[in-house]
């Protein structure tokens, strides 16, 4: 068995164990051996970041809100302990956040094809620079958010060129990039515009599709319509 085939055999058990810090070290070994991923592999590079991410973006929030309450009932050394992990957390977010884009800028786009596994990886990118914005302050978030907007932009005109309106990389990177329009540019009305071009399109499209298809657009269309019954009443 070749490395790299051993390094996603052990992703996936790391996976299945639920250890994403394992996980990413080893697909980010299947990255360093060269050549293009496969769909599953694509699909475990993304899911080992996501996972050792999300329990750090978690901790970021529970120690927040610590942090307030504590300051809030004048509890100001404990306020200050917690405002000391939250940023020990913060800090390990971006390591993830910056390791997962430099892997994706010179790792993995160079070689991607056109079409979905371009879009995916743009779209990636997007993601994680757009992580990266909602902690940082400043000029720091300014170019995160900079950054997020550029690859989000990119992976948009990339998919609206190769893939279907109902596609499941089209349909999620409409979906995160109009979060990211809300959340980090405060700009609702982009948001609006993105999940509602998005839902029209793909729904013009269901009709013929398999049904498995059609299920997998309908969750997340059905997520794009959640947000917007959120955000118009703001407009």
Same mark, same amino acid.
């Given at each position: 068995m070749q490395p790299e085939e051993q390094a996603v055999v052990l992703a996936n058990v790391a996976e299945r164990a639920e250890r994403y810090d394992d996980m990413a070290a080893y697909m980010k070994e299947r990255v360093s051996k060269g050549g293009a991923l496969s769909t599953e592999e694509r699909d475990l590079f993304s899911a080992a970041y996501k996972g050792t991410l999300s329990t750090r973006r978690l901790a970021v929030r529970v120690a927040s809100s610590v942090e307030q309450q504590e300051a809030a009932e004048g509890r100001t050394a404990n306020a200050s302990l917690a405002a000391g992990y939250r940023s020990k957390v913060e800090a390990e977010l971006h390591e993830v956040c910056a390791e997962v884009t430099q892997l =994706?800028?010179?790792?993995?786009?160079?070689?991607?094809e056109n079409g979905e596994p371009k879009a995916f990886y743009l779209k990636?990118?997007?993601?994680?620079?757009r992580y990266m914005a909602e902690f940082m302050t400043g000029e720091a978030r300014q170019k995160a958010a900079d950054e997020a907007r550029i690859a989000y932009t990119a992976a948009t005109e990339e998919a609206s060129i190769h893939l279907l309106t109902t596609h499941p990389v089209r349909l999620g990177?409409?979906?995160?990039f109009s979060v990211f329009q809300h959340e980090v540019l405060g700009d609702t009305f982009a948001a609006v515009?993105?999940?509602?071009?998005?839902?029209?399109?793909?729904?013009?499209? =269901?009709?013929?599709m398999p049904e498995e298809s059609v299920r997998d657009a309908t969750l997340t269309m059905q997520l794009l319509q959640e947000n917007l019954s959120l955000w118009v009443p703001e407009n």
């Open positions: =994706l800028v010179h790792s993995l786009l160079p070689q991607a990636m990118q997007g993601d994680y620079f990177l409409a979906l995160n515009d993105t999940a509602l071009a998005a839902l029209k399109d793909a729904a013009s499209s =269901l009709e013929g």
